[in-house]
């Protein structure tokens, strides 16, 4: 929201990152688990989260990561 930042999913979705535009090292904000696919990951509103889907087992469900584990938050 606040145009520095960039969430994204790695390769084949194991992991949802975060990553400042300015290229330096991005945050691990979801570690890599290659049981569940995480698709689609946004920041809210507020961007005090990082919302995106999950599927485990062939099932959709919503996840939500907070500002101190995805955005390095004080």
């Known amino acids: 929201p606040d145009g520095t930042k960039l969430v994204y ?5 194991y992991e949802v990152q975060v990553m400042p535009l300015d290229g330096t ?20 509103a507020d961007g005090k989260t990082v919302v995106f889907t999950s599927e485990f087992d062939g099932n959709d469900r919503f996840e939500r990561v907070g500002q101190q584990a995805t955005l390095g938050g004080s």
């Open 9 to 13: 999913t790695t390769d084949r979705g």
């Open 25 to 44: 090292r991005p945050t691990t904000t979801v570690a890599k688990n290659p049981k569940v696919i995480h698709r689609r990951p946004r920041f809210s």
